[in-house]
C-alpha cells in the first residue's frame, strides 16, 4: 500500500484522469439507478408496497388486468381455500376538482384487507402527491360521467400505478362508477394453491404484465450495465498502458527479489484507492441530488441500491485491473530490463 501510494503522488496527473472518469461514470450509473428506481416507483410502488404473494387474474384476459374478471363463483372458491384473501380492481381514469381542473388517476378498490385503505361509502383516499397540488381532505371530486361526488377522506404516501396517483374508493362505489359486479384480481400472501382458469402470479411477474413497466426498466438497467462494463475496461486499459511502460521497472524489482504478487497487491491498491475516493464522491453528489431535486422527479436511490452499485464497481475494476497484469507475470527480469533501456 505505502509503495502504490507513493508512485500515486509522483504521478498525480496520471492518476488523477483516471479517478475522474471513475467518479464521472459512477455518479452517472448512481443517478441513472435512482432514476431507474425512481420510474419504477412511480409506475408501481401500489404493487410494489405489497408483501411477497401471488395475484391471480383470469386465464383468458392474456395477462392483462383490465380484461380479467373473477366471477362471484371464483371468488367463492378462492375464498374457501384462503379465507384471508384480498379481491381487488384497478381503473385507470379522471376527476375533476374543486377548481374544475381534470387529475388522471388510478382507481383502487378492495375487499377488507391490511393491504389497501379501508374507504367508505362517498369517500375517497388519494395519494399524497395530489396534496401538494392542492387538494385538501373535504374537497369534493366529480366526474362527468359521475351522478354523485366522492369526499376527499385524507392521503396515504407513495401510492401509485402506470405513473398515476392512487385513489381508493369503495368497492360498491367502484361497482356503480364503472358499471361491473365483480373483481379483476386476487392476491394471496402464503401458500399459493393453484385454481382452475386462473393464472397466477409472483409479484415480479405481475409488475411485468403493467404497460410499460418491463421496457421502461429494461432500458435504464441496460444503461447501467453497459456503464459498468465500461468502467471495468476502463481500468483494464488504463493499467495495462501504465504496465507497459513499467516493465523496465517491474524487471528490476523482480531482480531485487521482489515477487510478482506484491506487485499484483501494488497494482490492486491503487485501483482501489482510486475507486473508493471515486465512489465516495459520487455517493455525497447523489444522495444530495435525491434531496434537492424537485419533487416531481422520480428519483429514488436507496442505501442499499448505492451499496450493491459501489461493490459492483469494486468488484469489475479489480477484475480489469487483474487482467491488465497477466502481463506482470509473465515478464522476465532481464527481458523487461532490456526493454526498459530500449
Known amino acids: 500500500m505505502k509503495m502504490a501510494w507513493k508512485e500515486m503522488k509522483k504521478n498525480k496527473l496520471r492518476y488523477t484522469i483516471?479517478?475522474?472518469?471513475?467518479f464521472l461514470i459512477s455518479?452517472?450509473?448512481?443517478i441513472i439507478s435512482g432514476l431507474a428506481n425512481g420510474l419504477s416507483?412511480?409506475?408501481?410502488?401500489?404493487?410494489?408496497n405489497l408483501p411477497g404473494g401471488t395475484f391471480y387474474m383470469e386465464e383468458e384476459a392474456d395477462e392483462t388486468y383490465s380484461f380479467s374478471s373473477l366471477s362471484e363463483e371464483q371468488q367463492q372458491e378462492i375464498t374457501e381455500e384462503q379465507p384471508e384473501t384480498t379481491f381487488f380492481s384497478i381503473q385507470i381514469g379522471n376527476f375533476i376538482d374543486t377548481a374544475d381542473k381534470q387529475r388522471s388517476v388510478a382507481y383502487v378498490a378492495a375487499t377488507d384487507s391490511t393491504y389497501f385503505p379501508e374507504v367508505n361509502a362517498g369517500d375517497v383516499i388519494l395519494d399524497a402527491s395530489l396534496e401538494e397540488e392542492g387538494i385538501a381532505v373535504g374537497d369534493e371530486i366529480t366526474n362527468e360521467q359521475w351522478e354523485q361526488t366522492l369526499t376527499v377522506a385524507g392521503f396515504v404516501e407513495h401510492e401509485k400505478y402506470s405513473h398515476s396517483p392512487a385513489a381508493f374508493i369503495n368497492p360498491d362505489d367502484f361497482q356503480?362508477?364503472?358499471h361491473t359486479d365483480s373483481m379483476q384480481l386476487a392476491f394471496i400472501?402464503?401458500?399459493?394453491?393453484?385454481?382452475?382458469?386462473?393464472?397466477?402470479?409472483?409479484?415480479?411477474?405481475?409488475?411485468?404484465?403493467?404497460?410499460s413497466y418491463s421496457a421502461e426498466q429494461m432500458s435504464l438497467?441496460?444503461?447501467?450495465?453497459?456503464?459498468?462494463v465500461i468502467s471495468g475496461m476502463l481500468f483494464a486499459i488504463f493499467f495495462y498502458m501504465i504496465n507497459v511502460?513499467?516493465?523496465?521497472?517491474?524487471?528490476?524489482?523482480?531482480?531485487?527479489?521482489?515477487?510478482?504478487?506484491?506487485?499484483?497487491?501494488?497494482?490492486?491498491?491503487?485501483?482501489?484507492?482510486?475507486?473508493?475516493?471515486s465512489l465516495i464522491l459520487s455517493i455525497v453528489i447523489s444522495q444530495t441530488f435525491q434531496v434537492l431535486a424537485p419533487s416531481?422527479?422520480?428519483?429514488?436511490?436507496?442505501?442499499?441500491?448505492?451499496?450493491?452499485?459501489?461493490?459492483?464497481?469494486?468488484?469489475?475494476?479489480?477484475?480489469?485491473?487483474?487482467?491488465?497484469?497477466?502481463?506482470?507475470?509473465r515478464v522476465e527480469p532481464m527481458q523487461a530490463i532490456q526493454q526498459g533501456e530500449m
Do not use: R
Open 176 to 178: 356503480t362508477f364503472f
Open 189 to 211: 400472501t402464503g401458500d399459493a394453491p393453484a385454481f382452475e382458469n386462473l393464472q397466477a402470479f409472483s409479484n415480479s411477474e405481475f409488475l411485468n404484465t403493467i404497460p
Open 18 to 22: 483516471l479517478g475522474s472518469i471513475v
Open 296 to 329: 416531481g422527479m422520480p428519483f429514488h436511490l436507496t442505501w442499499q441500491a448505492t451499496g450493491l452499485l459501489s461493490l459492483v464497481f469494486i468488484i469489475i475494476g479489480f477484475i480489469g485491473a487483474t487482467l491488465s497484469g497477466i502481463q506482470i507475470k
Open 27 to 30: 455518479l452517472l450509473t448512481f
Open 41 to 48: 416507483q412511480d409506475n408501481a410502488s401500489l404493487i410494489k
Open 221 to 228: 438497467n441496460m444503461i447501467v450495465i453497459f456503464l459498468l
Open 245 to 277: 511502460q513499467k516493465l523496465g521497472i517491474y524487471g528490476i524489482l523482480k531482480a531485487l527479489g521482489v515477487k510478482t504478487g506484491k506487485l499484483f497487491q501494488m497494482m490492486w491498491a491503487q485501483m482501489l484507492i482510486i475507486s473508493v475516493i
